[in-house]
């Protein structure tokens, strides 16, 4: 049986740091869960959505959305941590709504908006956003809770027919 959570809001408490995976509606369209603002939340973010994703019959479309969210928390952790990360999280998000998917990701530096660009062929980062933008089919973010925190999101269609 689902169960009724709201979102968690940044900023954490440390001790709050890791939520467990929650369906948070009645229908299970939706997951959530906060994990801690580290490098490897990206393989906990990842299994989150590939849960959900199989809860919901989505098996075709695991791998994209497993990259977009890992590239989403790996920004969220680089640049969206006012350069701590001790005690500080980011909140992974799935909704499901008829044929379309939202994940999104929100961490507390609203002032850092997520900007694509084109990465210089010696550069080692700097083509994470362009890989969102061409494996979703729209991507944006916004200011959440009132200003203090950015939700960076990307969203899929669905072919549900098979």
């Known amino acids: 049986m689902a169960m009724l959570v709201t979102p968690p809001q940044l900023p954490f408490t440390p001790e709050a740091a890791v939520l ?3 369906r948070a509606d009645r229908s299970g369209n939706y ?42 928390v ?8 006012r350069g701590r990360s001790a005690g500080t999280t980011v909140v992974v998000e799935a909704r499901r709504r ?8 929100t961490d507390d530096r609203p002032d850092v908006a997520p900007v694509m660009r084109a990465a210089g062929v010696e550069e080692e980062s700097g083509r994470g956003l362009r890989l969102v933008d061409d494996v979703s089919s729209a991507w944006g973010w916004e200011p959440v809770s009132r ?4 939700q960076v999101w990307a969203e899929f269609e669905f072919d549900t027919s098979s």
């Open 74 to 81: 790996a920004n969220a952790v680089t640049h969206g941590t």
């Open 98 to 105: 008829g044929r379309s998917l939202r994940v999104a990701v």
């Open 20 to 22: 467990p995976i929650a």
């Open 147 to 150: 200003g203090r925190c950015k």
């Open 31 to 72: 997951a959530v869960a906060s994990l801690p603002a580290r490098p490897d939340s990206g393989t906990a973010a990842r299994a989150m959505v590939r849960q959900a994703l199989e809860d919901w019959g989505l098996y075709r479309s695991v791998a994209d959305v497993e990259l977009v969210v890992a590239e989403l």
